[in-house]
C-alpha cells in the first residue's frame, strides 16, 4: 500500500490477480491501479427495521453493496426479482432501478458499503458481479465485509487508501466466490425503458391524485394493457406502487418529524386525515400516533 496521496505500486494489481487465480493478473490490475479514484462513502454493520431497499430509485454514481446477517426480503433490481436472506449480498451498481417489491416492515442485520468513483471512464473497473450473491464461504466474505468497516472507522479521510484496498479484496472475493442468480424476469426494449419511467414518475409524483389512465397515458399504452404490462415487469400493480409509496413516505415521517397526522397526510397524498388514520391501522394493525410512539 503506498503512501497517504501516492499511488500503490503498479504491479500490485498483477500480484494480486495472480493470487486470486490464474488469469486474473488483467482483470485486477485496472481496479487497484484506480484505487485512487474510490470513495468509500459509508461502510456500517447496524440493524434496522423496515423495508429493504424502499420504494424505486437509483443513482447516479454510488455502488451499493448489503450483506444480509439476518431477515429476508423481496426486491427488484432493473428486471430481477430477487429473493434475498441470510449469508446473500445485494451488489446495485450506479443508475440501475432498485426497490423493495413489498413495504413490509422487517427486522434487519446488515452490513452494508457504500462507494462511489470520483472521475469519468473507471466504472468499468469495478467487476461485473451482481446483482444477487451467494455466498456459502462466509468465513472468508463477512471478515473481508468487516475489515473494510474498521478501516473506514478508524481513518475517514478522503486520502484513506487503507479502506481502499480493503474494498479491492473485498470485490476480488466476491467475483471470486459468488455465483450470480438468474434473472427471474425478462424485459426488453422500449417496454422495459416506458415501465421504468412510469415508476419513477409514481416515485415523484405519489403525493398527487393519481390514475391509472393518467399514467398510462404517460406510457403510452391503453390502461388494461399498462397495468398487466407494469405488473409482468415491476412485479407489483401500478396503485399498490402508489400505496407503497405514500406508506412508506408517511411512516418516515411520523417517525423523523414532529408534524401532526393531519399534516403527514396531505403531505403524502391521503385525502383526509380521518381516512389516512383508518387505511393506516388496517394496514400497520395500529395507529399513525401509536406506530410513532413505538418508533421513539
Same mark, same amino acid.
Given at each position: 500500500?503506498?503512501?497517504?496521496g ?10 494480486i ?9 488483467e482483470?485486477?490490475?485496472?481496479l ?32 451499493h453493496?448489503?450483506?444480509v ?17 441470510? #449469508?446473500? &449480498?445485494l451488489?446495485?451498481?450506479? /443508475?440501475q432501478?432498485? %426497490? ?9 442485520? @446488515? ?10 471512464g473507471?466504472?468499468?473497473s469495478?467487476?461485473?458481479i451482481g446483482?444477487?450473491i451467494?455466498?456459502?464461504?462466509? #468465513?472468508? &466474505?463477512?471478515?473481508?465485509?468487516? /475489515?473494510?468497516?474498521? %478501516?473506514?472507522?478508524v481513518d ?5 487508501? @487503507?479502506v481502499?484496498?480493503?474494498l ?19 424485459s ?5 425503458v416506458r415501465?421504468?419511467?412510469a415508476?419513477?414518475?409514481?416515485a ?87 406506530y410513532?410512539?413505538?418508533?421513539r
Amino acid at each position: 500500500m503506498g503512501k497517504a496521496g501516492m499511488d500503490p505500486s503498479p504491479g500490485l494489481g498483477q500480484r494480486i490477480g495472480n493470487l486470486m487465480g490464474a488469469g486474473n493478473g488483467e482483470r485486477w490490475a485496472s481496479l487497484v491501479s484506480n484505487l485512487r479514484h474510490l470513495d468509500v462513502l459509508s461502510a456500517k454493520h447496524f440493524s434496522y427495521r423496515g423495508p429493504l431497499l424502499g420504494p424505486p430509485h437509483s443513482h447516479p454514481h454510488t455502488f451499493h453493496i448489503s450483506y444480509v446477517i439476518s431477515g429476508r426480503a423481496t426486491v427488484r433490481v432493473e428486471n430481477s426479482v430477487l429473493q434475498i436472506g441470510p #449469508s446473500d &449480498v445485494l451488489f446495485v451498481r450506479p /443508475r440501475q432501478l432498485h %426497490a423493495s417489491a413489498d413495504d413490509r416492515e422487517t427486522t434487519f442485520e @446488515l452490513i452494508e458499503i457504500k462507494f462511489a468513483i470520483n472521475s469519468p471512464g473507471v466504472e468499468q473497473s469495478v467487476p461485473e458481479i451482481g446483482p444477487d450473491i451467494r455466498t456459502p464461504n462466509t #468465513s472468508a &466474505v463477512v471478515p473481508a465485509l468487516e /475489515r473494510v468497516v474498521m %478501516a473506514r472507522l478508524v481513518d475517514l479521510r478522503d486520502d484513506n487508501w @487503507l479502506v481502499r484496498v480493503r474494498l479491492a479484496e473485498t470485490l476480488m472475493l466476491l467475483a471470486k466466490e459468488a455465483s450470480l442468480s438468474p434473472v427471474a424476469e425478462s424485459s426488453v426494449g422500449g417496454t422495459t425503458v416506458r415501465m421504468h419511467q412510469a415508476a419513477e414518475y409514481i416515485a415523484v409524483h405519489y403525493a398527487e391524485p393519481l390514475t391509472i389512465e393518467q399514467i398510462a397515458d404517460l406510457a403510452g399504452m391503453s390502461p388494461n394493457h399498462f397495468v398487466t404490462t407494469f405488473g409482468r415487469s415491476m412485479g407489483i400493480s401500478p396503485m399498490e406502487m402508489v400505496i407503497q409509496m405514500r406508506m412508506y413516505h408517511a411512516k418516515e415521517m411520523l417517525r423523523t418529524s414532529d408534524l401532526a397526522v393531519s399534516q403527514i397526510a396531505e403531505a403524502c397524498g391521503f385525502h383526509s386525515p380521518q381516512y389516512f388514520t383508518r387505511f393506516f391501522t388496517r394496514r400497520e394493525h395500529r395507529a399513525p400516533r401509536e406506530y410513532r410512539a413505538d418508533h421513539r
